[in-house]
């Protein structure tokens, strides 16, 4: 999979804060009691430097637009599918939702540092029960 760009790739480049130039420190909590487990901080909490740090790919003012848009995005995104909710819970918890396998009737997804395997299609009842799973594991 080396290369290719896929939904999490671009999403990782859109969300890094980075590329405006200034440095930004403690976007993690790596320290959530559970090993191998980290979720993303609010931005209310991001440590940014004063001034920026290296040379900026977009303007601050563009990121900021782009987290916009993204955010409209997830929104819309949480009406949707049954994957698409999961997907959509599990980003505001910080975790990314990957493909490890499909098969006909099931696939097999990480979610943070759990695999789950899900049938195809995934019945309602079963997406609420993960997005509660997801929330009291946070």
Not at 33 to 42: E, F, I, L, T, V
Not at 74 to 87: E, M, V, Y
């Amino acid at each position: 999979m080396e290369g290719r760009w896929t939904h999490n790739r671009v999403e990782g480049l859109l969300a890094n804060p980075k590329l405006t130039g200034y440095q930004v420190y403690n976007r993690k909590a790596s320290r959530t009691g559970r090993p191998g487990y980290s979720r993303w901080n609010p931005i209310s909490k991001w440590v940014w430097s004063p001034q920026p740090t290296h040379e900026a790919v977009i303007s601050l003012e563009q990121w900021k637009q782009a987290q916009e848009v993204t955010a409209g995005l997830r929104a819309d995104a949480a009406g949707g599918g049954p994957l698409t909710r999961i997907r959509a819970e599990a980003g505001r918890l910080g975790l990314t939702v990957t493909l490890v396998e499909e098969h006909g009737s099931h696939s097999t997804y990480r979610i943070g540092s759990q695999r789950l395997v899900l049938p195809s299609p995934i019945p309602d009842a079963l997406v609420q029960q993960i997005i509660e799973d997801l929330r009291s594991a946070a």
